[in-house]
């Protein structure tokens, strides 16, 4: 029998978020994880709020729509000054998404007018 | 309720503070665990959260049984066990399919009768959790694990990262993880952060970019796309789903991870494979090793003679190819799969000592090309498109209809990260692990807000999803 039968197979193929040992591992890690994960939260918070508009929406609608959605706008125009950066990254893959090499059509109204 | 989107990141964020919140205690925490898991089950359709919760108490009940019997009673109960869970199985997945089936084979007959056809709805992640369970039953007949409580076994089976396209984690990995509260590490914390980035990359933006306006297009109607157009989109099918498969189970390692567990490698540059069954080394591990452990080996393995090694590699690719879903595609891409197992092993075996071994690269070309030709069959939404597909890509015509720079570099760089070097994100992780928290914090949030204007509007379900 293999190894992943009788020991698991963490034992016999490893696991991406096993890394070597160090001191620094232990020093107070939930903390170190948590201050992380709120310092992303609350730079996407300020820099990508149209995101959370576009989830208000995608709901289906009722008491909490109703409720969420001026909060959410209110949000996306308080924060519009520094929203500038997804705009700008967008519209670079934007320009990459429209270069061609001659007259190809890609994307799914190409498919029905391919030659 | 989808992993990348924003709806899904409120969740996590509140599961993460609840859990953390309640590592006093780690059966309040599994309790907690396991309500979120259901929620999150839930939000696709909130019957399938009964069949989850009813599969993980018969096998409960039958693992308690196994544990409290003789070994002979045992292995009966396992029997039953393994025959109930592919029941379910089969009840959801297979039975259209058959009558399906057995409809046309009577029209052929003349003897066509009115046979009720069926629109079975399939839960999502059905054919993992079964998996599951019945690997745990044999172990725990096999005694390789304790029998687990109810409470761990139902969050076994239904932890909510793992629970809709694996990867199959299996009892001896999770259960001795379960019985104490977990510690976190920066290390595998930083691992579990930037194995969410990548995950979110590869489906987000490669995977949703290469699926709209490359393979899309051209499985849609191959007809009337060039030779170029096709090899280019098979090519860039065999990219999207290893991104999509490959987005989905990093990112369950690292929210596992994010909450303190460990799951297995399920994905290891699997196109820099030197032959096929390296590949399924590299593909899919945790249903790999599933089919090796449960189905291969039992079935004899190599250990009863030549003939009944390749018969065996045959029906557990064959099996494997059926795992995916009832239809002939899947039948042939696990019987193309079986075949060439065999014939690798036969041409090793008979191949000349004294003559030189393949090169790597020759192995590498080879082995990719077999299994874009498997994706092919695997892709396509019929056998008769599947035909369609190969005989336009046979064709001849060279031109450009279809790929544009863009897709042309997704695809090439989808296949150089197989070219990088191994482990990279557990190197990576090294390094960031020293970082400070607000800097890392700033960093990951400046490079998901980038993923987010790359991806287009709308996120597909996972490729795995409907298996």
Redesign the interface.
């Known amino acids: ?2 190894t ?7 034992a ?11 001191p ?4 107070a ?16 918070s300020l ?2 709020a149209p ?2 508009v ?2 208000v929406d995608g709901l289906t609608p009722g008491e909490l729509t109703v409720r969420l959605r001026p909060v959410a706008t209110a949000w996306q125009d308080a924060t519009a000054p520094v929203n500038g ?3 700008w ?2 519209a670079r ?1 934007r320009a ?2 429209d ?4 007259d ?5 109204e ?3 007018d ?2 | 309720m989808q992993f990348p ?3 899904f990141a409120l969740f996590f ?1 509140a599961v ?1 503070i609840v859990t ?1 919140a309640l590592r006093g205690s780690n059966e309040w925490r599994k309790i907690a665990l396991l309500m979120a898991s259901w929620f999150f089950y839930g939000s696709w359709d909130g019957r399938f959260v009964a069949l989850l919760f009813a599969s993980a108490f018969v096998n409960w009940g039958l693992a308690q049984a196994i544990v409290r019997n003789d070994a002979r009673t045992g292995r009966w109960l396992v029997v039953v066990g393994v025959v109930l869970n592919l029941a379910v199985l089969a009840g959801f997945k297979y039975t259209g399919f058959f009558l399906e089936q057995l409809a046309a084979l009577l029209e052929r007959w003349g003897m066509g009768r009115d046979v009720p056809l069926l629109e079975v709805f399939l839960p999502v992640g059905v054919s993992f959790f079964t998996f599951q369970a019945i690997s745990y039953l044999v ?1 725990v007949h096999r005694r ?1 694990v304790p029998a687990a409580g109810l409470l761990d076994l139902s969050l076994l089976m239904s932890f909510f990262p793992h629970l809709v396209a694996g990867p199959i ?2 009892a ?2 999770l259960l001795p993880q379960f019985r104490r509260v977990p ?11 930037l ?1 969410i980035l990548w995950g979110l990359l590869k489906k987000a933006v490669i995977a949703s970019e290469l699926a ?3 393979v ?2 051209a499985f ?2 191959p007809a ?3 030779s170029f ?1 096709l090899l280019i989109g098979a090519y860039g099918y065999a990219v999207q789903i290893y991104c999509d498969f490959s987005a989905y189970s ?1 990112m369950a ?2 929210l596992a ?2 909450l303190g567990y ?4 399920n994905f ?1 540059q699997p196109y820099r494979a030197r032959s096929l069954q390296d590949f399924w080394r590299r593909w899919h ?2 249903l790999s ?1 599933w089919l ?2 449960y189905l291969y ?1 039992p079935l004899g393995g190599s250990r009863k003679g030549r003939a009944r090694t390749y018969v065996n590699l045959f029906a557990t690719m064959f099996l494997g190819g059926l795992w995916h879903g009832a239809s002939w595609n899947f039948m042939l891409w696990g019987s193309l799969h079986g075949l060439w197992l065999g014939v690798e092993r036969a041409a090793k075996r008979r191949w000349p000592a004294h003559w030189p071994a393949v090169p790597a690269f020759v192995g590498i070309l080879v082995t990719f090309h077999i299994v874009v030709l498997g994706w092919i069959f695997f892709r396509a939404p019929g056998l008769d498109e599947a035909l369609a597909y190969l005989a336009a890509l046979g064709a001849g015509d060279w031109r ?8 042309l570099a997704l695809v090439a760089f989808g296949l150089a990260i197989h070219a990088m070097p191994a ?1 990279g ?2 190197a990576i ?2 390094r960031v ?2 970082w400070p ?2 800097a ?3 960093a ?3 490079l ?3 993923v ?3 991806r287009p509007a709308g996120v597909a379900p996972f490729i795995y999803y409907q298996f």
């Open positions: 029998m293999t992943g039968a009788e020991q698991g197979e963490i016999e193929v490893g696991s991406p978020v096993l890394v070597p040992g160090d620094v591992d232990h020093r890690p939930l903390r170190w994880a948590t201050v992380t994960i709120a310092t992303a939260t609350a730079f996407l820099t990508n995101t959370a576009a989830w950066a997804h705009r990254v967008a893959w990459a998404h270069l061609r090499f001659g190809e059509q890609p994307g799914e190409g498919a029905n391919a030659p | 989107t924003f709806g964020l993460y953390w172990d390789r984690v299996r001896s990995d510690r976190l590490t920066r290390g595998a914390v930083s691992a579990a952060l194995l709209a306006n490359l899309d297009p849609h109607d009337h796309r060039s157009d990093d390692i690292g991870a994010l460990s799951f297995p490698r290891d591990i945790s090793s090796r452990d080996i450009n209809t279809l790929v544009t720079p863009l897709s482990r994100v557990q992780a090294v692990r020293q928290a607000p890392l914090g700033l990951l949030g400046a998901i807000l980038v987010d204007a790359l």
